[in-house]
């Protein structure tokens, strides 16, 4: 219903079409205040691995997914619940990091795509070089749902993101910006303490900093476009600003890491350097784009309507 309703402008009137993207913003706040955030020390197990797992998975969502960016915050979102919520997060469950993480892909990909996927499974398993048979995934897959309660209808940044873009009038390069700047934040655990309507609304406020004062556009444009996204998302910038600062000094950084300057002008096709990898014990399978190949995969096009993270890994473990 949600992904149906952010479609609506040609059948009903703008007025109605306002009024149920307000409706579907209030749920999904709803959900949200219930939803729980968790919570863990930088000196845990899984805190030092998750960048490992997380940009892995990203690489298999952009291989294998049509809706990468959709799926792969759901995934995260179940896997940061299953370790951190349930007493998993030790040395004895570090083996498990890997297979958990492509049973949560499995699960998020089942709720998100609309083509058949009974292959995907199998696909999984060839993407982690057959570390792992077809029949541990699915052992994996309901380990996961019942750690998670079989809830596994969680909130993310990109359910919110899709109401307030319906509602924008985009700049390219703010959309592209937006889900680059959300895709450094799925990676680094300091910012799991924000609420996602919070972190899609400071991508947006950052993302239009970046292009409209840092591009040098006309400022009062950046202005306008604060105040329409703070009209939209219901969020001060006083509410914003904390998370928003974060992702900007996370974008200089990403962009002081690589050898060609990174243009907010310019389209986001960069990559993540091996230098992000955060622990060398936290290894996973190499990523080939196909069973026979063992090279690495690069960013896939997205679908119309569909963005990417604009993020890749080249060749690492």
């Keep these: 219903f949600f992904r149906m309703s ?77 370790f951190l919520n349930n007493g998993l997060d030790d040395l004895a469950h570090r083996g498990k990091f890997q297979l958990f993480a492509m049973a949560c892909i499995w699960i998020a990909m089942k709720f998100a795509e609309s083509e058949d996927v009974r292959d995907l499974g199998k696909q999984l398993v060839d993407y982690s070089n057959d570390a792992y048979k077809l029949e541990d995934l699915v052992s994996a897959e309901h380990a996961v749902l019942t750690l998670l309660d079989w809830r596994a209808n969680l909130v993310t940044p990109n359910c919110f993101l899709g109401v307030y873009m319906s509602q924008l009038t985009l700049h390219r390069d703010v959309h592209s910006l937006t889900i680059l700047l959300l895709g450094l934040a799925l990676q680094q655990h300091h910012f799991m303490i924000y609420a996602p309507s919070i972190l899609a609304s400071a991508a947006l406020q950052c993302a239009g900093h970046l292009v409209y004062v840092d591009g040098d556009l006309k400022e009062d444009a950046f202005a306008a476009w604060s105040a329409q996204v703070v009209n939209i998302s219901k969020l001060s910038i006083i509410e914003v600003s904390p998370c928003a600062q974060l992702m900007y000094e996370a974008y200089n950084q990403f962009a002081a890491n690589h050898a060609r300057v990174i243009s907010p002008m310019n389209r986001m096709e960069s990559t993540v350097e091996s230098s992000c990898i955060v622990s060398a014990d936290c290894e996973v399978s190499s990523l080939p784009s196909s069973p026979s190949d063992t090279s690495s995969v690069g960013p896939m096009e997205p679908s119309p309507g569909e963005e990417d993270f604009g993020l890749t890994v080249d060749g690492h473990e």
Excluded at 40 to 60: D, G, H, K, L, N
């Design 6 to 82: 952010l479609h609506i402008s040609k059948y009903v009137g703008k007025a109605m079409e306002n009024d149920i993207l307000n409706d579907i913003h209030n749920a999904l706040v709803d959900a949200e205040r219930v939803q729980l955030i968790p919570a863990f020390p930088p000196s845990s197990i899984y805190a030092q691995c998750r960048q490992t797992i997380v940009v892995w998975m990203i690489e298999v969502c952009e291989a294998i997914a049509t809706k990468a960016n959709a799926v792969c915050f759901q995934a995260c979102y179940f896997l940061d619940r299953v």
